[in-house]
């Protein structure tokens, strides 16, 4: 391999490979459908970046099938003309999780997977890791803040940390020194069709564990794992598991717990990011590297205060300061689940203050599936306003939109807006909490939001 040719670049799992294999030295180019500012970096980084969806755009050098590998996201259409001209040509092509795979082959790798969860406790692992004297290697669902990237190296470490994705069963390519399932609430079901097959697939990931590796796995999940011989097992939660928290303490803005574990307990773990979510979401991360053999007291307590999260994963966009100062939160939820998750640690944060939620729906197939679940997530908000589906890589579906979310939303204050008018409504809307849900674009707003209330 000369040179590694990505479509579907500007995808925050494919640029990580990508920024990988430049900093091996390798020549790294791609197609994205649209320009971003993580396409920008890239660029600026080394790589040649396209975004015409044309055989030409492609470099002459990638052009050459000897020494070139292609790496491709399911989430690009078929009918995409880089892609085929790679398949019409007879390169070497594979996915994105087929890669990833052969990296998890090579090392120690701890894999977090789930419906929800995956990229925050990833991040925390590989936090944890980086702050500790081993390191790691790690390829995140999200940029983690503080790091500004996806992606940490290490030429020396044993360990990887990878975001074991369901999505397209691509996390059946991998191979777990130990592996985490945080939920499997049923999602996709566009690729599964029933909630059996999405459990079905979860139980076939824990078959691919190393023989001396390990299974840690939240208390209460309907899947039964296969693990094979020699596999341990473990269990997280927020009050019982092998690991768990307990103690748990709430005020004055921040979250402290104390980290049982079977080896004893670590108290007074102070969340760098004091949402409630992540007290599980630190049990999770901080099992695995106790798994891992990595942890101390003394780092445990130093990388969970410092761990600096993630963009888009309950991220503070704006904090007026006194009582009644209005707050700006965009969180990357997108599944009922998460909505009802989210809203619930927003409303712990801010007890007895309004809550406006904004929620851009993901994927028609999703909207189709889970319209209720939506619905009553959504319901536990003060105020509710919805934009329209974000189609990602999906056609448009005969009597799927928002709205039919928005018929059953239980309470009365409740809007539908398009995406391009969410700025204008809001910053003349006399709003306390704000808070921004999916998985879509509306994200790119929100900051247009916050300038334009400070310029009032």
């Known amino acids: 391999m000369e040179r590694v040719y990505f479509v579907g670049i500007g995808g925050i799992g494919m640029a990580a490979l990508a920024r990988y294999y430049m900093s091996k030295g390798v020549p790294v180019a791609g197609y994205d459908r649209t320009e971003s500012a993580l396409t920008d970096e890239l660029a600026a980084e080394g790589a040649t970046v396209s975004y015409a969806d044309s ?91 503080g790091y500004d990237s996806n992606l940490m190296l290490s030429a020396t470490s044993q360990f990887s940390v990878v975001e074991a994705d369901e999505y397209d069963r691509s996390f059946h390519q991998l191979t777990p020194y130990i592996a985490i399932v945080n939920a499997t609430d049923p999602d996709h079901l566009d690729i599964y069709g029933t909630e059996e097959a999405y459990l079905e697939s979860f139980a ?66 102070e969340l760098g990011v004091p949402v409630d979510i992540n007290v599980d979401n630190a049990v999770s991360a901080l099992g695995a590297v106790w798994l891992a053999g990595e942890l101390t007291p003394e780092l445990a307590r130093s990388a969970i205060k410092s761990y600096p999260g993630v963009e888009r994963r309950f991220e503070f966009h704006l904090k007026e ?28 944060l801010y007890p007895g203050r309004r809550l406006t939620a904004v ?57 539908m807006i398009s995406k391009e008018d969410f700025v204008d409504t809001m910053k003349n809307r006399n709003f306390e909490i704000l808070l921004t849900l999916g998985a879509g674009d509306l994200s790119l707003e929100v900051p247009k939001l916050v300038n334009a209330i400070k310029l009032k």
Request: net charge neutral; hydrophobic share 35%.
């Open 55 to 145: 055989f030409e755009a492609i470099p002459e050098a990638f052009q050459e099938r000897e020494g070139t590998l292609v790496v491709y996201t399911p989430a690009v259409p078929e009918t995409n003309k880089p892609l085929t001209f790679f398949r019409d040509n007879g390169f070497e092509i594979h996915k994105r999780s087929y890669v990833l795979g052969q990296i998890t082959r090579h090392s120690k790798s701890l894999c977090f997977s789930g419906t929800h969860g995956k990229t925050t406790t990833s991040s925390m692992a590989a936090h944890v890791l980086h702050c500790g004297a081993t390191g790691c290697n790690a390829f995140l669902g999200g940029i983690l803040k």
């Open 204 to 269: 076939h990931f824990t078959e691919l564990i190393r023989p001396d590796g390990f299974l840690l796995m939240r208390t209460g999940l309907k899947f039964k794992p296969r693990v094979p011989d020699g596999v341990r097992i473990y269990t997280f939660g927020r009050n019982e598991g092998d690991f768990y928290a307990a103690n748990v303490r709430t005020g004055n803005g921040t979250i402290v717990f104390d980290f049982v574990y079977p080896g004893g307990i670590i108290s007074d773990i």
């Open 359 to 415: 929620f851009q729906p993901h994927l028609y197939t999703r909207t189709r599936d889970f319209a209720t679940q939506f619905a009553k997530a959504l319901s536990m908000a003060d105020e509710v306003i919805l934009t329209d589906i974000y189609p990602a890589r999906e056609e448009p579906i005969a009597g799927v939109s928002s709205k039919i979310i928005f018929d059953e939303i239980k309470i009365e204050d409740k809007t």
């Open 321 to 348: 300061s006194g009582p009644d100062g209005r707050v700006i939160i965009d969180d990357y939820a997108h599944h009922p689940d998460e909505l009802s998750r989210s809203i619930a640690s927003v409303r712990a």
